[in-house]
Every structure is written in structure tokens, then in C-alpha cells.
């Protein structure tokens, strides 16, 4: 197992019975903590605990001059290729509920963050950008 292989373990395992909460640990914000552990930096320090709902998330973000959560990836982080160039712990993006939310890559699959259901996992295929911390 890879050094980061592992660590990417060690980080799911502190959040197996984790709870969706916006601005507290939703979807970006379940990356943004992975990014922040690999990299020191917290990408989403400027609006972590500053919003009650997605909705109010995405309002912050446009504030600032962003689109959508993954916007912010595409400032900070290499875009890759493809889901097929994916490595375990880079970043994706996928549509979810017709909106994009974000996950940790895992060998074949996406880890990611549900409402309601927690830590999850979806096929890597799903992926419509991948970046790399």
C-alpha cells in the first residue's frame, strides 16, 4: 500500500460515521479536508462554518467570484486528463442530484460524502474532472 493510499485510509476511517452538514462536512468540504491534509493548506478556510445550507455555500462562493465548489479545485489544483489517469487521492468531480459535488478517488471508485447516508462510494466512470493535490 502507498504511503498515500494509506493516509487516504487513515482519513476515511476518522470520518466512517460522519454526517453531512453544510459548511460544516459536506461534499466540498470533505475534499477541501483531504486537500488540507496532504497539502497543510485548507482551501476552504475563507467560508468553512459560514453557511447553513448548500444554497447559502454557493452564494459565498459567487461572492468571491466562483461559480460552483469546483472552481475553486480549478484555482488551486493540476487538472488531469481523464478518470482513466486518476490516481488513488486525487480529487473528482461528479453530478449528483443534477448538481456537481466532489470525492476522493479510491482505485476504482469515488469516496464521497452523502446527505443522509454518509461515506459512500460511486464508480470512478462517474467522474467529469479530476484534479490532483
Known sequence: MT????????????R????FRPGLLDCALFAADWIAELTGVDPAAS??????????GRDL???DGFASPAEV???ILVKNAGW???QTGDVAVLIEAD????????????????PMRGLG????DRAIRIYRP
Not at 467560508?47 to 447559502?56: A, F, P, Q, T, V
Not at 466532489?102 to 476504482?108: L, N
Open 3 to 14: 504511503d498515500r493510499a494509506l493516509l487516504l485510509r487513515q482519513f476515511l476511517d476518522a
Open 16 to 19: 466512517r460515521t460522519a454526517t
Open 47 to 56: 467560508w468553512r462554518g459560514k453557511y447553513r445550507s448548500l444554497e447559502e
Open 61 to 63: 462562493l459567487a461572492a
Open 73 to 75: 479545485l480549478t484555482s
Open 84 to 86: 482513466m489517469q486518476a
Open 99 to 114: 448538481e456537481e459535488a466532489m470525492g476522493i478517488v479510491g482505485g476504482g471508485h469515488i469516496h464521497v460524502l452523502r
Open 121 to 124: 462510494a460511486v464508480p470512478l
